[in-house]
């Protein structure tokens, strides 16, 4: 499985793939780490893995559809099976997503539908949730809309604040995000569907 990675920031996402990759533990390639901010950490770790790494900065394109055109044509270069979009801050335009539907995926933090956009913990606590957790879904044109394919569990626990839900939370996305990896790779699961809507079926 030749895998590219989207990452505005820190990258625990990206170096957890990587980690599993070097342990025999996930049978892909990182073929390459994509973001749009230059500074951001994760392309550092990319260079230290030795993977290549490219920042794409919205600021030099006259649009949002142009800085996405420009990004994907440079991550197509690269050849991905899967695109996956680990802590990515900026929404995909239509466009690069419907013409790659099924290959994007998106790890967020939150039992999905629940939650959608930023600040998903503070959310969670402001509803009074009892579960709050984290999903890895099919990326669609609609923000964190697609289709669930997995997802785990997280008790809100008394006393939490957004932050150190964000720490539990952020420990159980490495192993989600790995499983579903692997699911991936089976090839047993696939994204279905039409401009209608969208499912996730299992063979
Ligand atoms: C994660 O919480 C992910 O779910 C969200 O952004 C964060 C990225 O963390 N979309 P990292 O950059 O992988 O450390």
Request: aromatic share 4%; charged share 20%.
């Amino acid at each position: 499985l030749r895998l590219a990675v989207l990452a505005s920031g820190r990258g625990s996402n990206l170096q957890a793939i990587a980690d599993a990759i070097a342990a025999g533990d996930l049978a892909a390639e990182l073929v390459g780490v994509f973001s749009d901010k230059p500074g951001a950490f994760a392309l550092e770790r990319a260079r230290r893995l030795g993977v290549h790494a490219l920042a794409v900065r919205p600021r030099d394109f006259a649009s949002r559809p142009a800085h996405d055109e420009h990004l994907f044509s440079q991550i197509d270069a690269v050849c991905p099976d899967v695109i996956v979009c680990a802590g990515y801050m900026r929404l995909l335009s239509e466009p690069v997503v419907t013409a790659r539907q099924g290959r994007i995926i998106n790890i967020h933090p939150s039992l999905l539908p629940a939650f959608k956009g930023l600040h998903t913990h503070q959310q969670a606590l402001d509803a009074g949730a009892g579960v709050h957790g984290a999903s890895v879904h099919y990326v669609t044109p609609e923000l964190d809309g697609g289709p669930v394919v997995t997802q785990v569990r997280v008790p809100v626990e008394p006393g939490d604040d957004a932050e150190r839900l964000a720490q539990r939370v952020l420990a159980q996305e490495h192993p989600l995000l790995l499983a579903t990896l692997r699911l991936l790779a089976t090839g047993r699961v696939q994204l279905a569907g039409s401009a209608h809507g969208s499912r996730v079926e299992l063979d």
